[in-house]
């Protein structure tokens, strides 16, 4: 059998809806960026390339439909138009597995989207299995000693570890028993289900449990967030170094722009765009890492466009360059040369706001100065010349 006849009568429903805030971020936890990719679009990427030919059912709250619209716009995936959540979780599924209900799939796996590291393996293998035994769940067996907890946050039982498991999704069903299950629970007002094999179980079906993956994390607090950062960061090996090297003349003017930032001064900056040389240098050492032109190739002087143009435009569209290719910038570094104005008073301003710039953690810039000692150019006061270093990773691949 092809793999066309194996999947294409699979859906999916991704569950989408929830508010999510505990993971910080300001926005629910399923649009924040994992490095530099949303996380619902990493979810319904891993879901494609595992079943190309299911049908994908998002299920979200209409209030995150633009959020939802830009961070699924690149998804190339085979998916339905968009479903409005209930008001739980079990309802928000539901509403999902009615959107089905003309077509109807054999088989219906429902995800979660907060976990966007569900092997293609484990994701065909809930297939298999559903087709199997009708009602699977992906289990982890725990390895802590288990303990059940008394009032008081005091210890109680202890629990045999062999005999719990932990319950991942996608959970698997046949797309009857579990659309069955879910509206019976709702005609009998029963709402506090856990999960999906909680309705088929409260149904009177027998769930299997087939072993899930460590891996397969649910994104939930700001700590997931980042051992999914560091999990992501080892998997981008590809580590890249490129060099940027800016120089601007002082003519008129009572200020120079430097990291994004105006700096009082006896003379200007002579550019084009507001001649931040900083930025500029900082531009062109993430372009060099990914090997991907200059900072005059993707803005050229020619156009007037760039006439007067804030410099931060030019090194939030390499850090997009870099986001585009699956990849992220570790760190940048870089040397400021000048014997005025003084960068020392000014240093730590313009090393946070090159940092807020790029979206990166304080700890991924350095921001350094010297003189040279009254030698060359920038000895004579003729203007500032700026060394900058980025760190790029990127996937292995191209
Ligand atoms: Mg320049």
């Known amino acids: 059998m092809s793999e066309k006849n194996t999947t294409e009568d699979v859906a999916i429903v991704l569950v989408a809806a929830g508010r999510g805030m505990r993971a910080g ?46 961070a699924s716009a690149d998804c190339s995936v085979n998916m339905m ?28 796996l429902i995800h979660d989207c907060a976990r966007p590291f569900a092997s293609a393996q484990l994701i065909c293998e809930c297939v298999r299995a559903a ?26 039982e202890d629990v045999d570890r062999n005999s719990v498991r932990a ?10 028993l579990i659309r069955d299950a879910h509206e019976r629970a709702k005609a009998a007002g029963v709402g506090n289900l856990s999960d999906d094999a909680a309705a088929a179980q409260w149904a009177g079906h027998t769930i299997y449990a087939i072993a899930g993956e460590a891996g397969n994390m649910k994104l939930t607090n700001p700590e997931d967030f980042r051992s999914a950062q560091a999990a992501l960061a080892a998997e981008l090996s590809d580590v890249r170094t490129g060099l ?29 765009s507001d001649a931040d040389v900083l930025l500029h240098a900082l531009t062109d050492a993430i372009l060099g890492a990914i090997a991907d032109g200059d900072i005059g190739s993707h803005f050229p002087p020619s156009d007037m466009r760039w006439k007067g143009a804030a410099s931060d435009q030019f090194l939030r569209h390499a ?4 986001a585009a290719r699956g990849g992220l910038v570790a760190h940048l570094d870089a040397t400021i040369i000048c014997e005025a104005p ?28 010297t003189t040279s000692e009254k030698l060359g150019f920038t000895g004579r006061r003729e203007g500032i010349a700026v060394q900058a270093v980025a760190t790029v990773r990127l996937p292995w691949g191209d």
């Open 319 to 322: 850090i997009d360059l870099v």
């Open 244 to 272: 940027g090297y800016d120089v601007h003349a002082f003519g008129a003017g009572d200020h120079v722009w430097l990291g994004g930032l105006q700096i009082p001064h006896e003379a200007g900056l002579v550019g084009h």
């Open 167 to 176: 319950v991942q999704t996608p959970q698997a069903f046949t797309y009857a």
């Open 25 to 70: 971020g300001g926005i629910p936890k399923q649009y924040r960026m994992l490095a530099g990719r949303a996380v619902i679009a990493r979810t319904l990427a891993g879901l494609a390339r595992a079943l190309p030919h299911a049908r994908i059912v998002p299920v979200i709250h209409p209030d995150d439909a633009v959020l939802f619209e830009a």
């Open 81 to 108: 138009p968009w479903v409005a959540g209930g008001d739980t979780r079990q309802h928000s599924v539901l509403a999902g597995l009615r959107s089905l209900g003309d077509n109807p799939p054999q088989i219906v």
């Open 131 to 156: 087709r199997e035994h009708g009602a699977i769940v992906p289990a982890l067996a725990i390895s802590d000693a288990m303990k059940t907890l008394g009032a008081k946050s005091t210890l109680g």
């Open 342 to 369: 003084k960068i020392g008073p000014h240093r730590d301003a313009i090393r946070a706001n090159v940092a807020k710039i790029c979206g990166l953690d304080l700890g991924r810039v350095a921001i350094k100065a």
